[in-house]
């Protein structure tokens, strides 16, 4: 079984510009999580999708927004671009079992503002 | 907001030592989980806890929450390299709630 795969592996972009991140959760999972990790810092939360909904939000700018598709996969975009926006973005899946639920991380897409 | 706080920020030991690393955090949590990190991947769950007091071992890895639901460890016998790796706690604060995680701890395991 797939697990959860993120693209692109890595992307790089300049100040001012638009970066999509995209997500396809494990089949028959609903949720999908997204946190920003900046290097040697731990994981701050950005959105929570589940069955198409934003269910919650982080504390991240407007620039910041997503959309979850009738598939459950997901795309991250983050506009107007800042250099602190620079690190790496872990998309997370799980079935929607309340707050026992593990979350399965891919490995992330690597985001460098210059 | 639910802020979590993970101590040490870094541990370096050598091989066949003993640790424990802390999660704190000043509200309470319906469950909490514990995750590794290893570098170029995404975090792996290691283990949920639910019920205060439950301690919980996976091999030489005990890791227990506390009673008031606010804080846990984790203990580590016998440290190998293959241990080395970020360390991180997640809480969630209610049902239906995502989790939250705390900055980790970074350790790292000579031989």
């Known amino acids: 079984e797939a697990g959860v795969t993120q693209s692109p592996t890595h992307l790089i972009k300049t100040r001012g510009q638009q970066a999509t991140l995209r997500c396809s959760p494990i089949s028959g999972h609903t949720s999908v999580y997204w946190y920003q990790q900046a290097l040697g810092l731990g994981l701050q939360f950005l959105l929570w999708?589940?069955?198409?909904?934003?269910?919650n939000r982080g504390n991240f700018p407007p620039r910041f927004s997503g959309r979850q598709f009738p598939n459950y996969s997901s795309e991250l975009n983050v506009n107007a671009l800042e250099l602190e926006d620079s690190a790496l973005y872990l998309c997370?899946?799980?079935?929607?079992?309340?707050?026992?639920?593990?979350?399965?991380f891919g490995e992330g897409s690597r985001l460098t503002v210059l | 907001t639910q802020l979590l706080e993970q101590s040490p920020q870094f541990l370096s030991i050598q091989e066949g030592e003993n640790l424990t690393v802390y999660c704190n955090s000043s509200s309470v949590f319906s469950s909490l989980q514990w995750y590794r990190q290893e570098p170029g991947e995404g975090p792996v769950l290691l283990v949920t806890v639910v019920t205060g007091g439950e301690v919980k071992k996976l091999k030489r890895l005990t890791f227990q929450f506390g009673d008031a639901r606010k804080d846990s460890s984790l203990h580590i016998t016998a440290a190998q390299p293959g241990d080395t790796g970020l360390y991180l706690c997640?809480?969630?604060?209610?049902?239906?709630?995502?989790?939250?995680f705390g900055p980790g701890t970074r350790l790292s395991v000579l031989p």
């Open positions: 997370a899946s799980s079935q929607r079992t309340w707050n026992t639920g593990e979350l399965f």
């Open positions: 999708y589940d069955e198409g909904e934003e269910r």
């Open positions: 997640a809480g969630a604060p209610n049902y239906g709630q995502n989790f939250v």
